[in-house]
Nanobody, 119 residues
Framework: QVQLVESGGGLVQTGDSLRLSCVVN????????MAWFRQVPGKEREFVAR????????YFADSLKGRFTLSRENAKNTVYLQMNNLKPEDTAVYYC????????????WGQGTQVTVSS
């Protein structure tokens, strides 16, 4: 059974940086395209970024380009979301997701990590 465990969230101030980590336990990490999403209570879940199996290709939500970067270390079964120049509107629960070989969508999810940016 594949499990995703996020960490790195917290309370920061506007302009600060955070790096979220997502460790994948079980399965073959290098075969999973990975992604991050975020959700604010009462709103729909929002796509943040995705990364290919090899890490060579990344794609970001337009509003986040230039502030967020995404990387992965397949040897450590870990994907990282580096968030810079954080803004209050970045406040959300951030979820890591994996796309299994049998799915056309992200079908394995972590429990989420809270990011709060104060003004």
């Amino acid at each position: 059974q594949v499990q995703l465990v996020e960490s790195g969230g917290g309370l920061v101030q506007t302009g600060d940086s955070l790096r979220l980590s997502c460790v994948v336990n079980g399965g073959t990490f290098s075969t999973f395209p990975m992604a991050w999403f975020r959700q604010v209570p009462g709103k729909e879940r929002e796509f943040v970024a995705r990364i290919s199996r090899s890490g060579d290709n990344t794609y970001f939500a337009d509003s986040l380009k230039g502030r967020f970067t995404l990387s992965r270390e397949n040897a450590k079964n870990t994907v990282y979301l580096q968030m810079n120049n954080l803004k209050p509107e970045d406040t959300a629960v951030y979820y890591c997701a994996a796309q299994s070989a049998t799915s056309f969508k992200y079908d394995i999810w972590g429990q989420g990590t809270q990011v709060t940016v104060s003004s």
